[in-house]
């Protein structure tokens, strides 16, 4: 048998139902104000705990000049503006493992190694690639380094 939660109600569906309620009466302002407040930071705690979307970027021939780039040890690159690797085109080998699961051996990816090409490409077509990033225009974030 299957336990069934009952549906908590929306905030603004209770208002909308209850208008005159929520608007006319102190009470009802009040609780209003609380709802909405409750919502605010429920949506606060859920941005926060959101999962980035992005973990690198191809690198743009842009890039190279913008001020928010940062390049490290061992020829790595990042974007302090999105807080992202920035990867030439081509490159980030995915690092696999066995994962062992009741219908057999899986494989997982487990990390990339951002230093080698994902399949064989020429460094020709990888320099056109950064040419033509982003259609050849800057990412919105550039900046120019001065």
Same mark, same amino acid.
């Given at each position: ?69 940062? #390049?490290?040890?061992?020829? /790595? ?7 992202? =690797?920035? +990867?030439?085109?081509? *490159?980030?080998? %995915? ?21 080698? #090409?994902?399949?064989?490409? /020429? ?7 950064? =040419?033509? +990033?982003?259609?050849? *225009?800057?990412? %919105? ?6």
């Amino acid at each position: 048998m299957e336990i069934v939660e009952p549906t908590k109600i929306d905030w603004r569906e209770e208002a909308s139902k209850n208008l005159e309620y929520y608007l006319e009466t102190e009470e009802g302002r009040n609780k209003l104000v609380e709802m909405i407040r409750a919502e605010a930071v429920r949506l606060l705690q859920q941005m926060k705990a959101r999962q980035r979307v992005r973990e690198a970027v191809w690198l743009s021939r842009f890039c190279l000049n913008c001020s928010y780039l940062m #390049k490290g040890k061992r020829g /790595s690159m990042k974007c302090m503006k999105w807080d992202v =690797k920035v +990867v030439k085109p081509f *490159y980030g080998k %995915p690092l696999w493992t066995v994962i062992l699961t009741e219908r057999g051996e899986e494989l997982k990816i487990v990390d990339f190694d951002w230093h080698s #090409k994902s399949f064989s490409v /020429s460094d020709i077509l990888v320099e056109e690639a950064i =040419k033509r +990033v982003n259609n050849g *225009y800057p990412y %919105p974030c550039f900046e120019y380094r001065g």
